[in-house]
């Protein structure tokens, strides 16, 4: 319910006034950390004509997620985690939204992984979403992200698995070095995750 508010009510991913010229028209979009899929129906709904790919680990999640995809045949889904990888990892289940890559104490399964670098190939994206709980440090640090096929990405950096003291400062950092120089950051609700957009 706390993420259907603040994607419903509260525009947690209206784009910053800098971008929204950027996202006319039906768009390719790549949902990274799907969960249930309600980022995905706000862009369904936002940008009529549009395509979505999800990804989503968590066994739970994606019963759900299935059902939520169903009827939109723009819709493609794929239940997986999404790495600089393709090794299937430990995931933590059962907890709903904040499903992360597992940790020693974690109830956790094994899930198939897909390397995003790989996923995308050639194809190119208009906006890329990813909110994968710490997930994202992996990506974010990869030589490869400099030449990943997409303009604008929104996400939420984490603390969890940040291998530097200030996530903010790094996930901005990471972006820059990749191209992504335009950024705009969320007014931090949390010290431990932020959203943030950033295009080339």
Known sequence: MDILAEIFTEGSYQPPTPVEPLLRGPL?????????????????QRWLGSTVQSFEPDPGNYAVLERTAAPHRRWRIHEAAVSNHA??????????????AAVEEDDSTTVPCADLFSFVGAQRFDLIKMDIE??????????RLARLPARVLVMEWHEHRCPHASPRAYAADLLAAAGFAHQWHEPSRF????LLWAWR
């Open 28 to 44: 390719r979009i790549l949902d990274l950390g799907a969960n249930v899929g309600l980022f995905a129906l706000y862009a369904l």
């Open 87 to 100: 090794r299937p990892i430990r995931f933590a289940v059962g907890q709903y939204a904040e499903g992360r």
């Open 134 to 143: 710490g997930g994202e440090w992996p990506i974010l640090t990869d030589p």
């Open 191 to 194: 010290p431990s995750n932020g």
